[in-house]
């Protein structure tokens, strides 16, 4: 079946340690885009890509950094960097004809 | 700058009763507005969206929602809720400039009381 599959659905990590969420889409989608999510403050912008070997910064990535060497594929990275990274991540692709997002069913990341 | 505001964090519905979520918006070009459900840890599913053309858009599940121009208004609406209809609900903008970003609301919490 055709869908965006995220990995791992729960991680746990020490604070000062990189890790890194998988994000894989078969739907032959050219945009990809990791969002943050929060109680109470909705979805945030964390990076996107239009295209294979581009991606921009969205709205809150300071501590993060991503890659998109395959069409099928966005990880992203949470560095150490980032002082607050326990949050629920969502991954989503997209046609740019359409304009609805297709969202993974997320990874929840805990900082211990 | 687009932006959208979801003015209610709770909504409490009867079940068999029409429910309604709001839903406000700001863009600079012509809208594209979306719809999206949430289910405790899990990622979000669309309902439906409006492009143009009718102001009323049916989507999954028996939802719709009314785009109206002047009140820059997109509020999702059912005849009669059930249940199973409890969930977060996310609004989201994005305008017609070609960035294909989606600007999401804070949600909100819909729950249909049996």
């Known amino acids: 079946d055709g869908g965006i599959t995220q990995s791992p659905k729960y991680l746990f990590r020490k604070e000062g340690q990189n890790v890194t969420l998988s994000c894989e889409q078969n739907?032959?989608?050219?945009?990809m885009y990791w969002y943050r999510q929060d109680p109470g403050q909705g979805l945030r912008l964390i990076y996107y890509s239009q295209i294979v070997n581009d991606f921009q910064k969205g709205d809150i990535a300071e501590g993060y950094s991503v890659s998109r060497e395959k069409k099928e594929s966005f990880p992203l990275t949470v560095t150490s960097a980032q002082k607050n990274p326990t949050a629920f991540y969502l991954c989503?692709?997209?046609?740019?004809?359409?304009?609805?997002?297709?969202f993974g069913e997320g990874s929840r990341l805990t900082v211990l | 700058a687009q932006s959208v505001a979801q003015p209610e964090d709770q909504v409490n519905v009867a079940e068999g009763n029409p429910l309604t979520v709001k839903c406000t918006y700001s863009?600079?070009?012509?809208?594209?507005l979306f719809w999206y459900v949430q289910y405790p840890n899990r990622g979000l599913q669309f309902l439906l969206k409006?492009?143009?053309?009718?102001?009323l858009v049916k989507g999954s599940y028996g939802f719709e929602a009314e785009f109206n121009k002047s009140q820059t208004s997109f509020h999702l609406k059912k005849p009669s809720a059930l249940v199973s209809d409890s969930a977060l609900y996310f609004c989201a903008v994005r305008d017609g400039t070609g960035a294909n970003n989606l600007f999401f609301g804070t949600g909100t919490r819909l729950t249909v009381i049996p």
């Open positions: 739907l032959n989608h050219d945009a």
């Open positions: 989503a692709s997209s046609t740019t004809s359409t304009g609805e997002l297709f």
């Open positions: 863009v600079s070009g012509n809208p594209y």
């Open positions: 409006y492009i143009t053309g009718d102001n």
